[in-house]
């Protein structure tokens, strides 16, 4: 499996033969998807993890996320950023015009906060990796995207590989999944070995760990492909315009090798809250 800073260069990773297994925000994934690359979502990696930032003197300005607030404004963005697609689907759900929001597409996470700290932009989506460094810089979040009445639970990272490798080594992939889902439960059900682990394998300290998985809220790491989210997601996409809707994007979620893998760990530990939580997700999610 392969992790890099870039998703189009994780997705380049798989079609060139360089990895097997990726793990990807879902708006470039399924965008490949769209546009002919023959690549199957196995599992999930990550949900949520976006939020919307202010100046905090402007923080009462957008209380409300509606068209009289939002109109003239301007949104910094990067492009494929699961939030942006979040927020443009919450915003069409209440019927607002999102041509009167002027998206301003920047190259980089750290650009989009300085351009809200500077007064470039009105707002501004940050994901995960840069809310605390957003938030260090004075900057406060108006939404997260992911309330009752925003978009509960939307994806982000899908893990995936080609139809071709999938059908070559499919035992390999099961066990990949095996993997990651006992790795979600130790995360669900451990948190201090959890960060003695994370530890080992991640440049960072306990302290950030710690606050991004476990206190901040606001993101979910469960392994499930989710066909019913990905779906909506995608249809998002296609209805802003992110993608043309080329396929039925169901034809590229192969839900079996996490549900193999989930009932193999089930019979190895058939009390395991985690896995029997994720066995009735699986029901309500991938058999719709």
């Known amino acids: ?16 033969d360089k990895a097997d297994l990726v793990s990807a925000g879902a708006t ?18 990550m949900s949520e993890g976006a939020s919307l930032y202010a100046l905090p003197e402007r923080a009462d300005e957008f ?7 939002l109109a003239g404004k301007k949104v910094g963005v990067t492009r494929l950023n699961t939030g942006d697609i979040a927020f443009r689907k919450m915003l069409k759900d209440r019927g607002v015009d999102v041509s009167k929001i002027e998206f301003v597409e920047l190259d980089s996470q750290a650009t989009v906060v300085e351009a809200v700290r500077k007064g470039e932009v009105d707002l501004g ?12 810089q004075g900057l406060v979040p108006v ?3 992911d309330g009752d009445d925003e978009w509960p639970g939307f994806i982000c990272c899908r893990m995936f ?11 390999a992939y099961v066990k990949a999944l095996k993997a990651n889902i006992k790795a979600y439960a130790l995360i669900e059900q451990d948190e201090d070995k959890t960060l003695e682990i994370a530890l080992k394998e991640l440049e960072t300290d306990e302290a950030t760990i710690k606050s991004q998985v ?4 606001h993101i979910g790491f469960n392994p499930n492909p989710d066909v019913k989210n990905t779906s909506e997601f995608f249809q998002a996409m296609v209805d802003i315009g992110y993608s043309e809707g080329n396929v ?24 395991n809250a985690v896995y029997q939580e994720l066995k009735a997700d699986d029901e309500a999610t991938n058999h719709i």
């Not at 499996?1 to 870039?6: I, Q």
């Not at 209380?63 to 607030?69: M, Q």
């Not at 090798?257 to 019979?267: H, K, P, T």
């Open 214 to 217: 476990y206190e901040y809220g």
């Open 63 to 69: 209380k409300e996320l509606n068209e009289e607030s």
């Open 125 to 136: 989506i940050a994901f995960l990796t840069f809310r605390q460094s957003a938030e260090d």
């Open 1 to 16: 499996m392969t992790y890099n800073n870039s998703n189009p260069d994780n997705i380049q990773a798989l079609l060139q």
């Open 248 to 271: 039925d994007i169901k034809d590229y979620i192969d839900a079996t090798v996490f549900e193999d893998a989930l009932d193999e760990l089930l019979e190895e530990e058939p009390d």
């Open 28 to 45: 470039a994934v399924l965008n490949y998807i769209d546009q002919g690359s023959d690549i199957v979502i196995i599992g999930g990696q």
């Open 161 to 171: 590989t080609t139809r071709d490798k999938l059908e070559a080594n499919r035992d």
């Open 143 to 145: 939404s997260y995207l």
